[in-house]
């Protein structure tokens, strides 16, 4: 397969001039990967969103942090499936340092079973995956991006017990992944397992779910486990690509 460039043969690459958006910066997971790109890739211009922006628990650690790594950052209030909000802030952006890379780590968890979903729920749990993924994927159409990541998760392949929405609005992030490729855009889907997280999506967790989860065979991995499977997956010529950690033997122990 071959490699996807931009219009103007950028090669897939996180770019140090230009900005990199990532939506759900502030949250555990997003706040770990602004910090990677910024010390492992050379990325100097990062724009975090979430709905709480600077008001998001940690932020202003969190841009602390980016600046003693040498990134300029800035963290924005922006509900990213808004398409009107969404569009003022990229417009905003400097033209010195315009968007070359996405990584929509946005996301929100209402778990049930298929017969308690109700339109609320549903809505819930696809407004920030699917109506953010399709704002994204649109208004930067015309823009010369070398990255563009999102953020699914395995629940959309394997599925999810009582995620119905959650693994409903992973699947159509995969599929967006391969119709970009397919159209000659970046597009890259890492279809997440377990992040070993004390906060964000998977805090509520307890470790009783943890072992439930682990009979499965889905072991949690560490942030830095994470972050090195989120620089593995940029090395593949896939669209879609699934970092986790896998206990075969538990997998095989189910009938």
């Not at 397969?1 to 990532?22: E, F, K, N, Q, Y």
């Not at 994470?226 to 896939?238: H, I, S």
């Not at 879609?240 to 896998?246: E, G, M, Q, W």
Request: net charge negative; aromatic share 4%; charged share 15%.
């Amino acid at each position: 397969a071959r490699v996807p460039l931009s219009a103007t043969g950028r090669a897939p690459g996180w770019d140090g001039d230009g900005t990199v958006l990532i939506t759900g910066g502030t949250g555990a997971i997003g706040a770990h990967v602004a910090r990677h790109l910024a010390a492992e890739h050379g990325v100097r211009h990062l724009l975090l969103t979430s709905r709480s922006g600077p008001a998001a628990e940690g932020a202003a650690e969190l841009l602390a942090e980016l600046a003693a790594l040498g990134a300029h950052a800035e963290i924005a209030a922006c509900d990213a499936a808004d398409r009107d909000a969404l569009a003022a802030l990229l417009a905003a952006l400097p033209p010195a340092h315009p968007l070359t890379g996405v990584v929509h780590a946005a996301g929100v968890l209402s778990d049930g079973v298929v017969a308690t979903m109700t339109p609320e729920r549903l809505d819930l749990v696809l407004r920030p995956k699917v109506d953010a993924a399709i704002n994204l994927h649109e208004l930067t159409a015309g823009l010369d991006l070398s990255e563009f990541v999102l953020f699914s998760s395995i629940a959309g392949v394997f599925g999810g017990m009582g995620q119905g929405n959650y693994a409903a609005a992973n699947a159509f992030l995969d599929a967006l992944a391969h119709r970009r490729r397919a159209d000659g855009l970046p597009g890259r889907s890492l279809a997440w397992g377990l992040w070993a997280n004390s906060t964000g999506m998977t805090g509520g967790l307890t470790e009783a779910d943890l072992r439930r989860i682990a009979r499965g065979g889905i072991v949690a991995f560490d942030p830095a486990q994470g972050l090195a499977l989120f620089d593995t997956a940029g090395t593949l010529d896939e669209p879609v690509v699934l970092p986790l950690r896998l206990d075969t033997a538990a997998v095989r122990a189910q009938a």
